[in-house]
């Protein structure tokens, strides 16, 4: 694919800038006709973008990608109804825009209320993750913002077929020409310019490994909503049931070690580790989990590596583990609110004091109480699809869906009335 010159990927954020007005005037009934077309279109012509697909897997496979990346990027039958139904999820989803968020009637008879309008034009910067594509350009549907979406070279030639195909398919039912624009080269110089155009995107949002995340934050002038670096911590308290923790430390992170929501690093009480250490690792070991540990842990896991300062700080995505005693909880949130992403994090126990400390003192978007930190997900939450996990405190924080990817104004209805 041919490189865009600068004015080219300018005028697809021009472009979108133009749709967003007539997005934000779109009704209810209108937006979910063209999220049911969208979703019938992918479900139509999922040959073609498995096709696509397989071509950006070949090349990835080529270049020597391992297991973790290319399950990101892998689509399949089901993978391609399950963005299908995603955007039937979104339809059925209450419309936010116009809703009152707040409202009073002052004393010299103003009627004030707050409503939930659109952001206006949100650009999107990812990786790998072809799914991205469909959620995003259904979300900001819903949600009435134009999109400009800037894919991984991973994923896309995927990315090409799914826009394609769902602008062919609600461009005739009244889509609004240029509501969802994609770059069309993994250039990074264009990636610089779509994060100085300010005077289309009102908002920025990363998606993918932490260097993308802190490029975007370093260099936009657009204002940025931080998503996904997820170095998620399981912490094993002394009184955990060791069958449940063992069940909840594998599924977070064997089950789909690939994404920002899977465990990274594993915490154990003292108390709990003899026991626990060595039936978890040979587990681990025969799904193929690498294990690194400190000092302590190898003595009960001697196949392991020893853990270096840099494991405690990495987000793996990939069947790799950190794994560390502590002493008691106040270790292990302390080394939780030191190296974490401010993502998800989990505590497993029985002791509901501790439960308690650690939902209050550890910082993060998701805390768990007994339960796997895959759950952090849109779609896991009853949000419908979502734009990504926020991981920063300022407008949207966790999961981000519908109400997250709306801005409000003050509306105010008087009669009259001045100010003395």
Avoid at 26 to 31: G, Y
Avoid at 56 to 76: M, N, Y
Avoid at 394 to 407: F, I, N, Q
Wanted: glycine fraction near 10%; include cysteine; charge should be negative.
């Amino acid at each position: 694919m041919a490189g865009l010159r600068e004015s080219e990927a300018l005028e697809k954020a021009r472009r979108a800038r133009a749709a967003a007005a007539r997005l934000g005037l779109l009704t209810r009934t209108e937006k979910d006709h063209l999220l049911e077309v969208m979703a019938e279109a992918l479900e139509a012509n999922a040959g073609a973008i498995l096709e696509a697909n397989a071509q950006d897997v070949r090349a990835v496979k080529e270049r020597g990608g391992t297991s973790a990346p290319i399950d990101r990027l892998l689509l399949d039958e089901k993978r391609v109804h399950a963005m299908a139904q995603g955007l039937r999820e979104i339809a059925a989803l209450p419309d936010p825009i116009g809703e009152v968020i707040e409202g009073r009637r002052l004393p010299n008879g103003l009627e004030i209320t707050r409503v939930r309008v659109p952001l206006g034009v949100v650009g999107i910067i990812y990786e790998s993750r072809p799914n991205v594509t469909a959620d995003a350009a259904g979300l900001c549907l819903k949600s009435g913002n134009a999109v400009v979406l800037r894919g991984g070279s991973d994923a896309l030639h995927s990315n090409l077929a799914i826009v394609g195909v769902l602008t062919e398919a609600a461009g005739p039912e009244g889509l609004p020409e240029g509501a969802i624009e994609i770059i069309e080269t993994t250039d990074r110089e264009v990636a610089a310019e779509l994060m100085r155009a300010d005077e289309y995107l009102d908002v920025l949002i990363p998606r993918g490994g932490g260097d993308l995340i802190r490029r975007v934050k370093r260099e936009s002038t657009v204002p940025v909503i931080e998503t996904g670096e997820g170095n998620c911590h399981i912490y094993v308290d002394a009184s955990a049931p060791l069958d449940q923790a063992e069940e909840i430390v594998v599924n977070a992170k064997c089950q789909r070690p690939g994404v920002c929501n899977a465990a990274e690093t594993l915490l154990v009480h003292r108390e709990a580790a003899s026991e626990f250490l060595p039936r978890l690792g040979a587990r681990l070991s025969e799904i193929g989990v690498e294990l690194r540990a400190c000092e302590e842990s190898r003595k009960l896991l001697p196949d392991a590596r020893k853990a270096c300062e840099a494991d405690w700080e990495t987000e793996f995505l990939d069947l790799i583990l950190a794994i560390r005693v502590v002493n008691d909880v106040g270790e292990a949130i302390a080394h939780i609110n030191r190296y974490g992403t401010k993502h998800s994090e989990a505590i497993i126990t029985r002791d509901l004091e501790n439960a308690q400390r650690f939902v209050r003192e550890v910082d993060a978007a998701a805390v768990y109480v007994n339960a796997s930190t895959r759950f952090t997900d849109g779609g896991q939450f009853g949000l419908g699809a979502e734009m990504g996990i926020s991981t920063q405190k300022l407008h949207a924080r966790g999961p981000m869906g519908l109400r997250e990817m709306t801005s409000s104004k003050w509306v105010i209805m008087g009669q009259g009335q001045v100010r003395a």
